[in-house]
């Protein structure tokens, strides 16, 4: 088409040189009422086919952006936590500088330049003499174009880079806005940022002189051309070598012939930039996409599921996250992993839900490996509440139906309410359709927390996963979590990764992993008094423990479990007669003055006496009263 529309360009050459030529010379005005006429038609045409080039072009640059975004969407997360969020934001500037070059100027420049050897040729055809000129002028303007594409090259890269940094710092304070307000971190910040954006200004300040010399000594050059065209076919007409038409004929041809060159100067920048681009975008496609459809579709499962010695790092030459861990955890019930900070929850988390892939190893549900089930399938099966919860901007209803667009009312409703929110939601003014704003600002963290259990429980899933969803609740709402979570597991398996001791008590089944490996597994009631169950040996706290704050992550595993922390667990707090931990240790007994003189059927510490388990509680035998001051 580019072909058509440049042959199309030729034809104002040549009315103009049969007009010089013929139509003023002979005062033909018939022929030149033939010429108009035609030039008409051929203007209609170029402008159709313009139009329609510029269409197609536009549609192949919306048709890149599409498929940038099945494939962002296809990334498995690894890929995609493996890269700074300034990557990705990047990213989507290179899909607009590809659509952009693709559907403006630039494009038609590239489909343009090819021609240049036709506008010579019919240059050197028409007027041979005026040759020698644009062979001295034109390896000038590609002297130029070459330069500025090794000087731009470089500064444009330099520009992006620190544009990149200084972004990400932006990014980074919009996202804790409130903490930086609320510690005044804008003393600290505003400088930093400053200095970055300074640095950026100086780096595209820099580019720009650059391009603008260029561009400038381009635009020189150019008229240079036309007052040597112009003074040559002077003198050549003068001598009778070429005719008045030829001499404006040649002209047009040569603003033809030179302009090319000179907008791709001026434009050397944005092919450098679309070249980066497409480079970039070529490093994303060439990533492999997470596995989109199945070769079986199988029924429901039941929720069963079983971690087979697993073993997972990040990368080849970092030390293993899990090693060789195995877990089974039946269908139904409430199951808990604990563990200290960095001892690899959450990254199994991510292996049992499939975002994650083992080295070694993998995870059944129901008998089959997972690896075999596509993203599609594995969402619709295991529900996620992540630790941090993320809503979006809109309605409390567009948020539930985010994670299975096709849900009926009533499957939103019975999520809502298995996730204890549907109350909440119908109190409001607007219900279901109640604007939450941005990340679901005008909600408090228990009403957010609620809803993205709604969300990750909608469409029934048999298993249901929650990352430490516990984190930002209060006491009383973590009661009332609890509560949600006994009845949730009584249809469904729930596996949550939780520090709370309101939530441990009520959980069937407990992993706790250290340093990368299951150090105990088991009945709930079996485990929760090995990890709370010792008694402090070495140190008393200054003071008793507040009711509710002892937390699994701050006890080691027991010696006879494989744990190599010196630390001493504190005693198991006591509720009543139940075997298991209760929320709260019980009250403290008044401390004499001075210890008691050791019983030899005393089972404390003569140091001081300290509050016993009640699986090895007994009356002590009685003190003498002179103990007392």
Request: hydrophobic share 45%.
């Amino acid at each position: 088409m580019s072909a058509f529309v440049n042959l199309m360009a030729l034809a104002v050459p040549v009315f103009t040189l049969q007009v010089y030529d013929r139509v003023i010379g002979h005062a033909g005005i018939s022929t030149l009422v033939g010429f108009i006429i035609g030039m008409i038609i051929v203007l209609i045409f170029d402008y159709v086919l313009r139009m329609s080039r510029s269409r197609i072009m536009q549609t192949v640059a919306l048709r890149i952006d599409v498929l940038v975004g099945h494939k962002l969407m296809e990334l498995p997360l690894q890929e995609l936590e493996g890269k700074p969020a300034s990557y990705w934001q990047a990213l989507f500037r290179d899909v607009d500088t590809v659509r952009n070059t693709l559907s403006g100027a630039s494009a038609l420049l590239a489909c343009d330049l090819p021609f240049f050897f036709l506008f010579f040729t019919l240059i050197a055809m028409i007027a041979p003499p005026l040759v020698p000129v644009l062979l001295v002028i034109m390896p000038l303007f590609m002297l130029i174009a070459w330069r500025s594409a090794a000087a731009m090259s470089e500064a444009n890269q330099n520009e992006r880079q620190t544009s990149q940094t200084r972004d990400a710092l932006i990014g980074e304070m919009i996202q804790g806005r409130a903490t930086v307000k609320a510690l005044s971190l804008d003393r600290a910040m505003g400088p930093i940022w400053a200095d970055k954006h300074a640095e950026n200004i100086e780096t595209s300040v820099k580019r720009g002189s650059k391009s603008d010399f260029f561009s400038s000594f381009s635009g020189s050059l150019t008229m240079m051309t036309t007052v040597l065209m112009t003074s040559a076919g002077a003198f050549l007409i003068i001598e009778g070598a070429i005719t008045m038409g030829g001499l404006v004929a040649t002209n047009m041809l040569s603003g033809r012939l030179i302009g090319p060159l000179n907008q791709l100067v001026g434009q050397w920048r944005t092919f450098n930039n679309f070249k980066q681009s497409v480079e970039r975008l070529g490093e994303v496609f060439a990533m492999e996409s997470e596995r989109t459809e199945s070769e079986i579709v199988l029924n429901r499962p039941t929720g069963e599921m079983f971690v087979e010695n697993v073993t997972f790092s990040y990368a080849e030459d970092l030390p293993p996250v899990l090693e060789s861990v195995s877990v089974k955890l039946p269908a139904g019930g409430v199951h808990a992993l604990v563990g200290r900070n960095g001892s690899g929850k959450t990254t199994l988390m991510k292996i049992i839900q499939g975002l994650y892939h083992p080295q070694i190893g993998r995870v059944v549900m129901d008998g089959a490996d997972i690896a075999q089930f596509s993203r599609p399938e594995l969402s619709t099966w295991i529900g996620y509440v992540p630790q941090e919860t993320v809503l979006f901007a809109g309605t409390i209803r567009d948020n539930i139906i985010h994670r299975r667009p096709e849900a009926t009312d009533e499957e939103i409703i019975k999520a809502a309410t298995a996730a204890g929110v549907h109350h909440f939601i119908i109190d409001l003014a607007e219900g279901y359709g109640t604007e939450i704003g941005e990340a679901g600002r005008r909600l408090s963290g228990g009403q957010r927390q609620r809803i993205s259990i709604a969300r990750a429980l909608v469409g029934d899933p048999p298993v249901l996963l929650l990352d430490e969803p516990s984190a930002s609740l209060d006491r009383q709402a973590e009661q009332a979590l609890r509560k949600t979570l006994v009845e949730i597991g009584e249809q469904r398996s729930v596996i949550i990764v939780t520090h709370s001791p309101i939530l441990l008590a009520a959980c069937d089944d407990l992993i706790a992993l250290d340093k990368g490996k299951v150090a105990l597994a088991g009945p709930a009631r079996e485990i929760l008094p090995k990890l709370f169950g010792q008694q402090p040996r070495t140190a008393e706290p200054d003071a008793p423990p507040a009711p509710g704050n002892t937390k699994p992550e701050d006890l080691p595993v027991p010696q006879d479990a494989g744990s190599t922390s010196g630390r001493q667990p504190p005693p198991r707090p006591a509720s009543g007669p139940a075997p298991v931990p209760p929320a709260r240790p019980p009250a403290p007994a008044p401390a004499p003055a001075k210890p008691a003189a050791a019983s030899p059927a005393s089972p404390v510490p003569p140091a001081r006496p300290a509050p016993r388990p009640p699986q090895a509680a007994r009356p002590a035998p009685p003190t003498p009263t002179a103990a007392k001051p």
